[in-house]
Antibody, heavy 126, light 107 residues
Framework: QVQLVQSGAEVKKPGASVKVSCKAS????????ISWVRQAPGQGLEWMGW????????NYAQKLQGRVTMTTDTSTSTAYMELRSLRSDDTAVYYC???????????????????WGQGTMVTVSS | EIVLTQSPGTLSLSPGERATLSCRASQSVSSSYLAWYQQKPGQAPRLLIY???SRATGIPDRFSGSGSGTDFTLTISRLEPEDFAVYYCQQYGSSPAFGQGTKVEIK
């Protein structure tokens, strides 16, 4: 059974960092990339970026450049998303999703987001 | 950056009725790169349609997608009770982006 299982809820203070994990099972981890998507309370979906589990190539949303880092650990089939300098408007549910894709010539191209994790609530509050 | 605008914001219908949801892009989207997702409260989104018109694995055939260029449509032929949810369109070729969503609610 293909699934992505994410780490548990986090509460952080403004200015802190958070690192969310996403463990894959049921498929060959390095065959696909992982996208991260967040959803603020009562709001829509926002794509944060993507990482290739094959070679570590990344593509981040311009809005989050410099604050977000995505990594993978192929030995444990786990992807990570770290967000730094947290603000109150980073409060959201964070999702990972398996995403086929590749990068070439400085651009990256993706397929639809097939399997999603269950989501991780991150609350930023003083 | 492509901006997707969905309409209507909310659709109030009864079970058994037909639902037609619209997604309009600010510039042309290759139809290979347009998807639709369903999200129920407290759940992650679920892929319904990719490539504008291909159903994802396990998706019932009452869901269909159509369109090209800047105008795309998701149609639910006969609403089942479990279909009441929020639906998002997405372009995913590069710099993926989502529409703001259409809520399909019970009338």
């Amino acid at each position: 059974q293909v699934q992505l299982v994410q780490s548990g809820a986090e509460v952080k203070k403004p200015g802190a960092s958070v690192k969310v994990s996403c463990k894959a099972s049921g498929y060959t981890f390095t065959s696909y990339g992982i996208s991260w998507v967040r959803q603020a309370p009562g709001q829509g979906l926002e794509w944060m970026g993507w990482i290739s589990a094959y070679n570590g190539n990344t593509n981040y949303a311009q809005k989050l450049q410099g604050r977000v880092t995505m990594t993978t650990d192929t030995s444990t089939s786990t992807a990570y998303m770290e967000l730094r300098s947290l603000r109150s408007d980073d409060t959201a549910v964070y999702y990972c999703a398996s995403t086929p894709g590749y990068c070439s010539g400085g651009s990256c191209y993706f397929d639809a987001f097939d399997i999603w994790g269950q989501g991780t609530m991150v609350t930023v509050s003083s | 950056e492509i901006v997707l605008t969905q309409s209507p914001g909310t659709l109030s219908l009864s079970p058994g009725e037909r639902a037609t949801l619209s997604c309009r892009a600010s510039q042309s989207v290759s139809s290979s790169y347009l998807a639709w997702y369903q999200q129920k409260p407290g759940q992650a989104p679920r892929l319904l349609i990719y490539g504008a018109s291909s159903r994802a694995t396990g998706i019932p055939d009452r869901f269909s997608g159509s369109g090209s260029g800047t105008d795309f449509t998701l149609t639910i032929s006969r609403l089942e009770p479990e279909d009441f949810a929020v639906y998002y369109c997405q372009q995913y070729g590069s710099s993926p982006a989502f529409g703001q969503g259409t809520k399909v609610e019970i009338k």
